[in-house]
T-cell receptor
Framework: AQTVTQSQPEMSVQEAETVTLSCTYD???????LFWYKQPPSRQMILVIR??????QNATENRFSVNFQKAAKSFSLKISDSQLGDTAMYFC???????????????FGKGTSLLVTP | ETGVTQTPRHLVMGMTNKKSLKCEQH?????MYWYKQSAKKPLELMFV???????ENNSVPSRFSPECPNSSHLFLHLHTLQPEDSALYLC????????????????FGPGTRLTVL
């Protein structure tokens, strides 16, 4: 079974600053995908960024980027120029590659609550 | 976000009631999922449907009964629930793409906040 660990239950950052959320995972798989999801107080879970394990290049999406260290099984999320709207729970998730005609199951961490302050 | 909708958004029920949660996806996806989100716990996968066929049942008690009549709709029928079943129930959908390096993103609905008295 895959486990995902987010060691920071809560974090805060000032507006316009940079913050890094950590995530580690445990798996024996070689091919898999990693995701960061954001869940604002409105409760809609939104994809922030994803990374394919076979890609060495770190994924980036505007102000969001990851530091993917496959050997260390680490997948941290960096948010640059933090905005008030970034306040949310952030979940790291793991998905292993599965066969045809089977769904793709996500394994989630417990989440990090990020507060962006003015 | 209107790609995945869930109704009702809030539900309060007694332990002897029977109710159903509904999920509808408008993204043309072929896989749908039910997750349970409890306080202080990671999201827990409950069921996976792929092409209307159930492919995973994650040791969920029989008081939860899923139904997937077509690729766009997913139901979760509830009966004889316990107070510890109170949680946020999230539906998600994805487009399964099979291949050696296929990738797939799950899109979530807003959830149904369930309270069992």
């Amino acid at each position: 079974a895959q486990t995902v660990t987010q060691s920071q239950p809560e974090m805060s950052v000032q507006e316009a600053e940079t913050v890094t959320l950590s995530c580690t995972y445990d798996t024996s798989e070689n091919n898999y995908y990693l995701f960061w999801y954001k869940q604002p107080p409105s409760r809609q879970m939104i994809l922030v960024i994803r990374q394919e394990a076979y890609k060495q290049q770190n994924a980036t999406e505007n102000r969001f980027s990851v530091n993917f260290q496959k050997a260390a099984k680490s997948f941290s999320l960096k948010i640059s120029d933090s905005q008030l709207g970034d306040t949310a729970m952030y979940f790291c998730a793991f998905m292993k590659l599965k066969g045809p005609n089977s769904g793709y199951a996500l394994n989630f961490g417990k989440g990090t609550s990020l507060l962006v302050t003015p | 976000e209107t790609g995945v909708t869930q109704t009702p958004r809030h539900l309060v029920m007694g332990m002897t009631n029977k109710k159903s949660l509904k999920c509808e996806q408008h993204l043309g996806h072929n896989a749908m999922y039910w997750y349970k989100q409890s306080a202080k716990k990671p999201l827990e996968l409950m069921f996976v449907y792929n092409f209307k066929e159930q492919t995973e049942n994650n040791s969920v008690p029989s008081r939860f009964s899923p139904e997937c009549p077509n690729s766009s709709h997913l139901f979760l029928h509830l009966h004889t629930l316990q107070p510890e079943d109170s949680a946020l129930y999230l539906c998600a959908s994805s487009q399964e793409i099979w291949g050696p390096r296929s990738t797939d993103t799950q899109y979530f609905g807003p959830g149904t906040r369930l309270t069992v008295l």
